[in-house]
Structure formats: structure tokens, C-alpha cells
């Protein structure tokens, strides 16, 4: 998760959850497991604290917050998403989705309690192996099969703002946000 030390553990086999917390120098410490989450696909923190769940065969979403002690609190179901293929989040709470084989996208917010908004609808992506968001609000996205990428900006509202194309990334197969 991005949030400064605190961890949430999701098994989707079993629906079993746990949080935990990582101190200032490294040290571990659980705080406390979680049963009867949903299943789902997809699960994104926000640096505020809140968690966005989604599973892309249903299109069923959930929020959570999970506090500064690491105590994780349920928030609400979502439903009626549409189908995506990457999440990411960015900024305090803005949260990008994208849909690989249509090229669409969205953007929304999670607030400091975990509370979902929708902010607005993105046609017109490329095609995108990852998407990764940082918590300054940039977002990177890179094809692997090409090596190109392209930046953008998620302010702290949830808008986007394309900034520029990228050419001559290399070939990677992980990259993360920090």
C-alpha cells in the first residue's frame, strides 16, 4: 500500500485478510486479521488511507479505510463499474482505471474516510502493458512490447492532465510507484 506503514494482506483464494504496520526503522509488526472480504481482482491503497476493491468479472467494487494504528474499517460496496484491466492510485486519494482492450478510462476519488466519488470518464489511451501512479500524483504509462510510455497528472481533485509522450523506456516487466 502506499500509505507510510501501514500493510493490507488479501488472499483471494480464501477471502482472508490482514493488516499490519512498518515502523520508521523497519520493524514489523501484525495488527490483525480480516475475514469475509469478497472476491476480488484488484485491490488499490491510497496514501489517505483508503482501499478500492474491484473485481473485473462482476464489475463489484468496495472501500475500506484502514487507520494510522492499522485497524482496518469496511466503508461500502460499489457496484456498476465498468470493466477495467489496471487501477492505479496517485496523490492523496486519486485513483485512474483503465481498460487495455477499449483504450477508456476514468478517474475518482477515495477520501481520508475511504468514501468513493467518480470524477469523470478518459477516452483515447493507447495501449498499456502498466500503469503506475506516484504519490506526488504523477502517473507513468509504459508498453512493454514497444518501449514507449507517456505521463500524466492526477491532481488531488481527481483530474487528469495528459503532460507528454515517452520513447526508448527499454523492456521491463515490473515497474511500481512510489
Known sequence: MA???KILFYNAASGEGATSLLDDAGNYSFVSGISGFGRWTHMVGA????????????????????????????????????????IASANEGSLLFYNAA?????TSLLDDAG????????????????IVG????????YNAA???GATALLDDA???????SISGFGEWTHVTGL
Open 158 to 164: 481527481g483530474n487528469y492532465s495528459f503532460v507528454s
Open 3 to 5: 500509505d507510510t506503514g
Open 146 to 148: 514497444t518501449g514507449e
Open 115 to 130: 468514501n468513493y466519488s467518480f470524477v469523470s470518464g478518459i477516452s483515447g489511451f493507447g495501449e498499456w502493458a502498466h
Open 134 to 141: 506516484a504519490s506526488n500524483g504523477g502517473v507513468l504509462f
Open 47 to 86: 496514501s489517505n488511507g483508503g482501499v478500492l476493491f474491484y473485481n473485473a468479472s462482476t464489475g463489484e467494487g468496495a472501500t475500506a479505510h484502514i487507520d494510522n494504528s492499522g485497524n482496518y474499517s469496511f466503508v461500502s460496496g460499489i457496484s456498476g463499474f465498468g470493466r477495467w484491466t489496471h
Open 102 to 106: 477499449s483504450g477508456e478510462g476514468a
